[in-house]
């Protein structure tokens, strides 16, 4: 979105998307999140168990597969398979292995889900905003920057920028599933506010972070393994 097909980034629309994103997640804070939150989330469903019917089961299983963790674990051993195998075809020749690895679609896939992850979790910090749990509970939201608590890490959602970072990269190097790849990744957005996880705010910080994450991880490892 914000790469030219010689893998150079689109600086000035970087900088563009992040102000209408930064318009987009300010209007979310002040006036529209609650009422876009009553739309999509489904008051029977949390983020945490199973229940409350089908669709609510759906989107659970949505957040437990791709989450952070799962995303980065998958990553990894996908990097280490393509490794190994890249070696003991190549008459274990590890040093070919290795060329080989960085440049594979499972090593921008990891270093995008790497990427994603450290900016979401500086942000979260940084930011301290609440979960929608704390406004049902106590019908008031918080901002409590600099803590590390769970229902104080609420923006941008983690699920939503390591999703958005890893399927916008495979789109990218995949170009015939991309529209496969971004209509999972809005899926996987949206199924947040849908269980009480996120408010759209978190949705729309996160889907930026990842697209911006996956462009810029892919210009710079082009640009390392042209050289």
Known sequence: MF???DNTLKWTWI???AIITAAVVLWCIFSGDKFLYSLIHNPKCNPWTFGGGAMCSVAVAIGKIFSAK???VVSILSVLVFFVYKAVTNENDFRFAFIKIKNSNAFYVLCSVLAAIIVTGFFKVLIGRSRPIIYEA???TFF???TTETVFNSMPSGHTAVSFAALVMLGMLTPRIKWATWT???IIAVSRVYVGAHWVGDVVLGAF???VCADIVKSVLKKINAK
């Open 3 to 5: 790469i030219r097909k």
């Open 15 to 17: 900088l563009i998307g």
């Open 70 to 72: 799962v995303w980065l």
């Open 138 to 140: 106590l019908n008031s």
């Open 144 to 146: 409590v920057p600099g």
């Open 184 to 186: 999972l990744a809005i």
């Open 209 to 211: 972070i990842g697209m």
